[in-house]
């Protein structure tokens, strides 16, 4: 069963900070994996999405990168700021038919 | 486009009734699915259904049922509501059905509360 962890939960950072957000997960035969913020009481806005033949995906000040062989995917933000406070997601696409793994999410707060 | 719309976006039940919670999108999508997003457990996959006529279960099926006679309304039904069911629920769709069904695109949420 394929598990995916985010490490830290919780993280606060001043303003202007790069920082990086921790995916890990289980079983490494994955087809994809998708980050995603969510801002209080909304939905899911996808922010980078990496196919596991890609090792990389970049958008604006946002970089994901992901290293199937020790099941982990990392989401760097440069120059943050207090607009990129919300929690982040990742979801890991794997397994049998129809499986979409999410993490807890870390919750990012950005103080000015 | 709209992308993909939830209604109602805030319930609140009574222990035994039932109701139906609404999903539609308009990016002619294959795939579609129910997932309900509870403190501390993520997000977990309840029903999903891959095209017309077509459902399965997810991780957590009780409680729950679907059905999809088209391909852009995918509405859950709550049969007997327990307040174990009180959560937020968000629905999804992508084009992809083959292989992680990803990208996905999110709706705002459904916050139910069962009393």
């Known amino acids: 069963k394929q598990e995916v962890t985010q490490i830290p939960a919780a993280l606060s950072v001043p303003e202007g900070e790069n920082l990086v957000l921790n995916c890990s997960f289980t079983?490494?035969?994955?087809?994809?994996l998708q980050w995603f913020r969510q801002d209080p009481g909304k939905g899911l806005t996808s922010l980078l999405l990496?196919?596991?033949?890609?090792r990389e995906q970049t958008s604006g000040r946002l970089n994901a990168s992901l290293d199937k062989s020790s099941g982990r995917s990392t989401l760097y933000i440069a120059a943050s700021q207090p607009g990129d406070s919300a929690t982040y997601l990742c979801?890991?696409?794997?397994?049998?038919?129809?499986?979409?793994?999410f993490g807890t999410g870390t919750k990012l707060q950005v103080i000015p | 486009n709209a992308g993909v719309t939830q209604t109602p976006k805030f319930q609140v039940l009574k222990t035994g009734q039932s109701m139906t919670l609404q999903c539609a999108q308009d990016?002619?999508?294959?795939?579609m699915s129910w997932y309900r997003q509870d403190p501390g457990m993520g997000l977990r996959l309840i029903h999903y259904?891959?095209?017309?006529?077509?459902?399965d279960q997810g991780e957590v099926p009780n409680g729950y049922n679907v059905s999809r006679s088209t391909t852009e309304d995918f509405p859950l039904r709550l049969l007997s509501a327990a307040p174990s069911q009180t959560s937020v629920y968000f629905c999804?769709?992508?084009?992809?059905?083959?292989?992680?069904?990803?990208?996905?695109?999110f709706g705002d949420g459904t916050r139910l509360s069962i009393l």
């Open positions: 079983d490494s035969a994955i087809y994809n």
């Open positions: 990016m002619n999508h294959e795939y």
């Open positions: 990496i196919q596991s033949s890609q």
């Open positions: 259904s891959v095209g017309a006529g077509i459902t």
């Open positions: 999804a769709s992508s084009r992809n059905r083959d292989r992680g069904h990803q990208p996905q695109h």
């Open positions: 979801a890991v696409g794997s397994g049998g038919y129809q499986k979409v793994t």
